[in-house]
């Protein structure tokens, strides 16, 4: 079985910034798109930036600029530097992975936990 563990997460003040991790653990064989989404209160979850395992990456409008995602393969981990940021940034940031694991061999898409980011004076 896969799990993702997320840091990172915490308050900040407008204009400042942070740094998620998240790390994949258990039977991988291989991952590929690995992407972080968020959830403001009362809102639905939405798309923040994604990463391929080839290094391509794509980006809301709403981060671009600000926001860069990054990869360690080695490390099977994702990261989102978060700058510039403001209080509509804040939310539950949560972590998704596209994991082929054994023994199933299969394609599967995995979530985090969530952490909570909060942009405020």
């Known amino acids: 079985q896969v799990q993702l563990l997320e840091s990172g997460g915490g308050l900040v003040q407008p204009g400042g910034s942070l740094r998620l991790s998240c790390a994949a653990a258990g039977s991988i064989l291989s991952i590929n798109v690995m992407g972080w989404y968020r959830q403001a209160p009362g809102k639905e979850r939405e798309l923040v930036a994604t990463?391929?395992?080839?290094?391509?990456?794509n980006y809301v409008d709403f981060v671009k600029g600000r926001f860069t995602i990054s990869r360690d393969n080695a490390k099977n981990t994702v990261y989102l530097q978060m700058n510039s940021m403001n209080p509509e940034d804040t939310a539950v940031y949560y972590c998704?992975?596209?994991?082929?694991?054994?023994?199933?061999?299969?394609?599967?898409?995995?979530w985090g936990q969530g952490t909570l980011v909060t942009v405020s004076s």
């Open positions: 998704n992975m596209q994991v082929l694991d054994y023994p199933s061999n299969t394609w599967r898409g995995v």
């Open positions: 990463i391929t395992s080839g290094g391509r990456t």
